[in-house]
């Protein structure tokens, strides 16, 4: 390997302590990265050495001594491209953890322990191994763990120590014979064995990618010449793969690798089923029927205005207007729901399925590099996180094709500790979970079912596994939960140690003994070394706010076939199954003052462009840490549409997010199935769903912000070329970034994308292989089948290094990173600002809804913390609503119906105004005693009976077409009162603020009160917490409850009683105080307490009670005469 041949030996540095390192520096130096290394200390500083100084080691100190190595590729100095070489650089990869950053330098200290447990799986960081017969170093491993010795004698050599070796002498140091290389190479470019085709390079790519397989002449181009020499390839009939007429003799010989059967029938991977038109025809014309009665309606409001009381009248016709406004916005585009299905079956027969050429059937799926987030192991447990990348590790996918990336945005060693210890219990986790089939894969979930975990299992030895898998669980949460603990009293160990150390050299140095020792109160990693991130004492360079740069490859790139288990191996027998793990990487970004790091949309887009560099999956899947995969296949069911004809202008599969520990009446609609199975699933038939934040599977190419493939753009720019190739334009070479986009200059690739050479190489790959086969005329971008069953090249330190590199805090400066590539800042919602660009480049997206739900998560029940997350949301949408990208500013490529539903994104929380005053209405009408009409007219009452009618009828046919349940969609209608009335109109005001005056404010806890039974698992469902939030929706409910009392009591002791006034008046307050029940339940707290709220409801209820006994049974007179008219208080 290239990088390699720029390594010297780090044995002697190792003897130290210390570790190697590799740094990126110039990402354009034509020579490749430049390579620093030093020695790490015990005391976590680092000390850059050369070869010959380090028997001076000792005499330094501690300034640094930067040695920077060059060494070109000389004839005696090539590289070593042989399979012990690769396998030995992969695993000195991931033994080291990286760290660099703004202004320093990058390097990889060699970790000898990761967590306190031992550690067996081969592929992840700090397995143990045997020792190095020369520097008791770790000896170099193969993907089973076993040892790989390069000579025939079996002498046990490290990695350095061989290094060494080879460049000195090349006779191995146990027999003194010439290392016998060669024996030990795999030829890992016989593409026609394993039925795979080779990706052509981006045009003028001088670059061996990792992440490519190249076939280019002298001059770097693509050979089509030996392509079609060594795969034995034709052009033809749509440019999809056919044999040669007289290829075979006979019919019955298969194809070869690659090449598509003409005899086998082509068949979609997912279908589109409308909705009956026995549901939607009667729906729509409900809703054009609705649309008109409403125009009559405020017609008529307008043309009769009450003249007793103008300013009731005009109050409520202007928030009714406003209402049927912000109903077309929210309905008309519920006008083409669409369900979608997938077909797997299809899908293994494309991609997975073994063929003569193929025998091991390795799979020709695309890569999916999935993405966790999370910032602040005190709000989102560990425990939780490793749940989910356990049930990530797990996911049914070709597992050389996955990569799973962590970030942690709070850079704390306790959630790289626990993402440690799941990677080890994932050695024994994922293989149970393959073996059995089980589901979910969450283990956390998995053990907490409350049914029958023998259905539909057959193995004999299935009780004994889930007794022994379930016990090593409860001991890994141990563990887990333990953490804390663990590293606090490791750390204060080391710094006792140091802090004797200090006090012994100020002896020593005759220092006055008086004078306070002043040690630094660090964080320490296991194998006694400071942790680069942040520290239990926050310090300079080592706080939340100010820490390197972190990159550990926690688990490396599996080998791409199958290594199947044995029953000695682990407590199970995994014999059969195979028992690889997908890569993952642990990736906590550069943060340091004076930088706007942007949140979790910052920490996303540094996940981008790392992931770009170490797999460059062509398709991205991101997760909240507390969203699990419920669904082995979801990643499948999603590459249904991805590989499916047309599905190259998809720039993202969103799914529906489920929840988990909702209380059974959904009191607060946490489940918001009315927005997920309704307003999304509507969204479908348009342009495509909305982003919303997790559950996304995102096509790579489309976040870097380019537009996506048009045809008809193509064949505008050469039409000649489209009229001579006719029906064999479905299938189009790699494109280099100025055919991606017009307007993009080659050059200027640095500013857009950043300097990173790598990234930009690695943009015109992730496209080709990101589009769907070229196997029917109707794909206008495909490639040839079998070009990714390719394997991967083992990773190396100078890619890595660059990885850490595009982390840093300065990579973004002078780029388009979060303006036009990536995910989009300036947005507490993020995600939707993101959805909605790529929308207006004229991307579309699909809604995939599974049979079994792909994901679940947790959301808050709690009253108070619902209101917050709404507030959240709403506050985003006020920001979206000032900027430019309101809706109003799309382009022409965001159709109509799409264009409504991102306008209403944007206004309704402005509809918060109207709702406030409108619920206060009726109190004022029955305070005042005059009505919003005249009088109870016939036209008004049947305005309003037709407009109710429509109202149920539209809902009853939603749930029909939505699977939305009735009491849900009740839920729904009562939450959004709920939230109009305070936390929408708290965003209204906080962004108005922030527009206006530039003033920023926060709407906070103030108390809090929570239950007892801390057994109940719905707990917080009692606990009450005091917010600001909560006081227009309390006063709104007092207005309305004491406002009926009076006017009840006023309209039975009046001489004329006007009942007609006070059932208007009453009846739009009892819809106030209806949709106000959850919120009233949700102040009550726990069952069983009784807070004094109810009192005074309850007085009230009591007073109203009499005062109808009174007028029922009024007292008599001294006439005989009742006196209930006439009655005044003595």
């Known amino acids: ?65 930067n040695y920077t190595v060059h060494i070109p590729p000389t004839p005696d100095n090539q590289p070593m491209d042989t399979s012990v070489a690769m396998k030995a650089e992969e695993q000195y990869v991931s033994n080291s953890l990286f760290t660099g950053g703004f202004n320093s330098v990058t390097r990889a200290h060699l970790m000898d322990k990761v967590i306190d447990s031992e550690v067996t799986h081969p592929q992840m960081a700090g397995s143990k191994g045997s020792a190095c017969s020369i520097c008791d170093g770790r000896v170099m491993r193969d993907e089973r763990g076993n040892d790989v010795t390069p000579c025939e004698c079996r002498f046990k050599i490290c990695r350095d120590c061989f290094i060494d070796a080879q460049k000195e002498s090349g006779m191995c140091p146990g027999c003194k014979e010439p290392y016998k290389v060669a024996e030990y190479e795999e030829d890992l470019t016989e593409y ?70 003409p005899e086998k029938p082509w068949k979609p991977l997912s279908r589109i089923t409308p909705i009956p038109s026995g549901i939607m025809s009667p729906y729509r014309l409900i809703i054009v029927v ?89 709000k989102e447990p560990p425990l939780t996180t490793a749940n989910t990348i356990l049930s990530i590790l797990a996911v049914d996918y070709p597992v050389e094709k996955l990569a799973c990336y962590v970030s942690d945005d709070g850079g704390a060693l306790l959630t790289f500790e626990a993402m440690a210890e799941a990677a080890s219990f994932a050695d024994l986790w994922v293989p149970f979970c393959r073996k059995h089939n089980i589901e979910p894969r969450n283990p956390d979930s998995y053990f907490s079912l409350k049914v029958d975990p023998t259905k539909n299992k057959s193995r004999p030895d299935f009780v004994k596994d889930r007794r022994r898998v379930k016990r090593e669980y409860d001991e890994f949460k141990v563990r887990i939960n333990g953490l804390p603990d663990s590293i606090r009293r490791r750390s204060d160990a080391f710094n006792a140690r140091e802090e004797m150390k200090m006090m012994k050299h100020m002896k020593e140095s005759g220092a006055d003994p008086s004078e306070p020792v002043k040690v630094l109160k660090a964080t320490w990693m296991a194998d006694g070394t400071h942790w680069p991130g942040t520290w239990a004492t926050p310090s300079s360079e080592h706080s939340k706010s100010d820490h390197a740069g972190i990159l550990q490859v926690m688990l490396k790139p599996p080998s791409p076939d199958p290594l199947l288990g044995s029953a000695d191996d682990k407590i199970i027998d995994f014999t059969e199954v195979d028992t690889r793990l997908p890569m993952f990487v642990y990736v906590s970004r550069e943060k340091r003052p004076g930088y706007d790091h942007n949140k979790k949309a910052g920490a996303m887009n540094a996940l981008v462009r790392s992931s770009a560099i170490l797999s460059n999956g062509p398709f991205i899947l991101n997760l909240d840490c507390d969203h699990y995969i419920y669904n082995c296949k979801a990643v499948r069911e999603g590459m249904c549409f991805m590989m499916d004809r047309g599905g190259e202008d998809i720039c993202y599969i969103q799914f529906p997010q489920r929840f988990e520990g909702i209380d059974p009446s959904d009191r607060y609609a946490n489940h918001n199935t009315v927005f997920f199975d309704g307003n999304m699933r509507a969204l479908d038939g348009v342009q495509g769903p909305m982003y919303v934040g997790t559950g996304c599977m995102f096509r790579r190419f489309a976040l870097y912000g380019f537009d996506p493939p048009f045809a008809d753009k193509d064949d505008k720019k050469d039409p000649k070329k489209n009229s001579e190739e006719g029906h064999q334009g479905n299938e189009t070479p790699a494109m280099n970034a100025s055919e991606f986009d017009s ?388």
């Open 1 to 65: 390997m290239a990088s390699m041949s720029r390594q010297p030996s780090k044995k002697s540095a190792r003897n130290g302590g210390g570790s190697s390192s590799g740094s990126s520096q110039g990402a354009n130096n034509a020579g490749g990265p430049t390579v620093k290394f030093a020695r790490r200390t015990s005391s976590g500083r680092y000390v850059s050495l050369s070869r010959d100084d380090m028997d001076m080691s000792s005499d330094l100190s501690g300034d640094y001594m």
């Open 743 to 1130: 307007n993009l200059d080659v050059n200027l690739l640095p500013k857009r994308f950043g300097n990173s050479t790598m990234l930009s190489e690695s943009i015109p790959i992730a496209e080709f292989q990101g589009r769907p086969l070229a196997d029917h005329p109707a794909v206008k971008y495909g490639r040839p089948p079998g070009v990714l069953r390719v394997p991967r090249d083992p990773l190396d330190a100078s890619t890595v290094a660059e990885a850490v590199s595009v982390i840093s805090c300065w990579y973004e400066d002078k780029t388009e990173w979060g303006d036009r590539v990536g995910w989009i800042y300036g947005s507490v919602t993020e995600d939707v600002v993101t959805g909605y660009r790529m929308h207006n480049r004229g991307w579309r997206s699909v809604y995939c809804i599974t049979k079994r739900d792909a994901f679940r998560g947790s959301a808050p029940i709690n009253l108070t913390d619902r209101l917050h997350q709404v507030l959240r949301w709403a506050t985003g949408s006020v920001e979206i609503f000032f900027s430019k990208n309101n809706a109003f500013l799309a382009s022409k490529r965001l159709k109509i119906l799409q264009r409504f539903a991102y306008l209403n994104v944007g206004i309704y929380p402005f509809t918060s105004i109207f709702l406030v005053v409108y619920c206060f209405l009726p109190a004022l009408s029955l305070f005042s005693g005059y009505f919003i009409v005249q009088t109870l007219s016939i036209a008004f009452l049947i305005y309003l009976l037709i407009i109710t009618i429509c109202l149920v009828m539209l809902a009853i046919l939603e749930v029909k077409w939505s699977g939305v349940e009735l009491e849900q969609w009740w839920r729904n209608e009562q939450f959004w009162l709920i939230s109009g009335t305070s936390a929408h109109l708290a965003a209204v005001v906080q962004g108005l603020l922030k527009v206006i005056a530039g003033i920023e404010i926060s709407f906070t806890l103030t108390s809090k009160s929570s239950g007892e039974d801390d057994d109940d698992i719905f707990a917080d469902l009692y606990i009450v917490k005091w917010s600001s939030l909560m006081v227009p929706p309390i006063v709104i409910a007092m207005m309305n409850i004491i406002a009926i009392a009076v006017a009840f009591s006023r309209t039975i002791y009046s001489a004329n009683p006007q009942w007609s006034k006070f059932i208007g008046g009453g009846f739009f307050s009892f819809w106030v105080l209806a949709h106000l029940y959850p919120f009233a339940k949700g102040l009550m707290g726990r069952r069983g307490k009784t807070p004094t709220i109810v009192f005074v409801w309850s007085g009230l209820i009591a007073i109203t009670l009499s005062l109808l006994w009174v007028s029922i049974s009024p007292p008599k007179g001294s006439d005989g005469q009742g006196t209930g008219g006439d009655f005044q208080f003595p």
């Open 290 to 378: 609705r649309l008109v009665v409403l125009c009559f309606f405020l017609h008529w409001r307008v043309v009769h205005p009450n003249v007793d009381a103008v300013w009731l009248w005009l109050m409520s016709i202007i928030c009714e207007i406003w209402f049927a406004f912000s109903w077309i916005l929210d309905q008309i585009p519920k006008l083409h729901p669409v369900n979608r299905s997938t077909d797997l079956e299809v899908l293994h027969d494309k991609f997975d399925t073994p063929t003569p050429s193929n025998p091991s059937g390795r799979s020709d799926l695309p890569g999916v590099d999935l993405f966790v987030s999370t910032a602040d192991p005190e």
């Open 192 to 261: 026609p064995n394993n039925g795979a085709l080779p990706l052509p390079a981006p045009n003028g790519s001088k670059r061996n990618s990792n992440m490519s397989v190249m076939k280019r002449n002298q001059n770097g181009e693509f050979d089509h010449n030996k392509w079609l020499f060594e795969t034995q390839g034709t052009y033809g009939v749509g440019n999809a793969y056919w044999p040669q007429d007289d290829m075979y003799d006979d019919g019955e010989e298969p194809l070869p690798g690659g090449m598509l059967d």
